[in-house]
């Protein structure tokens, strides 16, 4: 066990619809990072957040949005969704956001858009 | 373009038989090498970061080694419950912050 919980373990809606999915850090970790992960791409960095601001992009899409709220728990939206959005989404956090610091992944989300 | 490349994709190896796997990578002002071990359908796990040239970590079965074009890591003696999926990742430096550019891994199999 890892300290990063996420939920919900597992997502099943349709195409169009929106979702929210939610991460909880490690205890005394300040930066908490979003991953997707799926058979054809591997595991693809989407956005950082380091103590409430956003620090760093990647692939996200602009259907997509995130944020860290003051408790330092993380959500990450996902709104018009598409087939192609079906994927495991992964949160990780570290301690400092960058440097010598590890970063622990969650148990993950599933998501399906049937 | 920070680019990390696994080999082999899939390792089948019998109980006891050591072999090594590798990861490539090309990036900007390396900042760490990580490893991560993932069991389907859960979150990887951490197992290492190797931060220079040289550097050599090593845990029970595993050890892994860093040079300025390549990681790799060896494992000794495998046993059925080391089957998983190895990731290998990288962190750049400049404005990348804590972002991990990941390979697409190796599949290790390994059969009693």
């Known amino acids: 066990d890892s300290g990063v919980t996420q939920t919900p373990k597992h997502l099943i809606t349709a195409t169009g619809q929106r979702v929210t999915l939610r991460c909880s850090p490690r205890?005394?970790?300040?930066?908490v990072y979003w991953y997707q992960q799926s058979l054809d791409q591997g595991l693809q960095f989407l956005i950082q957040?380091?103590?409430?601001?956003?620090?760093a992009k990647g692939n996200i899409l602009e259907r997509f949005s995130a944020q860290q709220f003051p408790d330092l728990h993380s959500e990450l939206n996902l709104s018009s969704l598409e087939l192609g959005d079906s994927a495991l989404y992964f949160c990780?956090?570290?301690?400092?956001?960058?440097?010598?610091?590890?970063?622990?992944f969650g148990p993950g989300t599933r998501l399906t858009v049937l | 373009e920070d680019q990390v490349t696994q080999s082999p994709e899939a390792l089948r190896l019998q109980e006891g038989e050591s072999s090594s796997l590798n990861c490539s990578y090309t990036?900007?002002?390396?900042?760490?090498l990580f490893w991560y071990r993932q069991d389907p359908g859960k979150g990887p796990e951490f197992l290492f970061t190797?931060?220079?040239a040289g550097e050599e970590k090593e845990k029970e079965r595993l050890k892994a080694t860093l040079t300025k074009k390549e990681s790799f890591l060896h494992i000794t003696a495998p046993k059925p419950e080391d089957s998983a999926t190895y990731l290998c990742?990288?962190?750049?430096?400049?404005?990348?912050?804590?972002?991990?550019?990941f390979g697409q891994g190796t599949i290790l199999t390994v059969h009693p």
């Open positions: 957040y380091y103590n409430g601001e956003e620090r």
């Open positions: 990742a990288v962190r750049a430096g400049g404005t990348s912050y804590g972002k991990l550019t």
């Open positions: 990036v900007s002002g390396l900042r760490g």
């Open positions: 990780a956090s570290s301690l400092i956001q960058g440097g010598r610091s590890e970063q622990f």
């Open positions: 190797l931060y220079s």
């Open positions: 205890s005394g970790d300040l930066s």
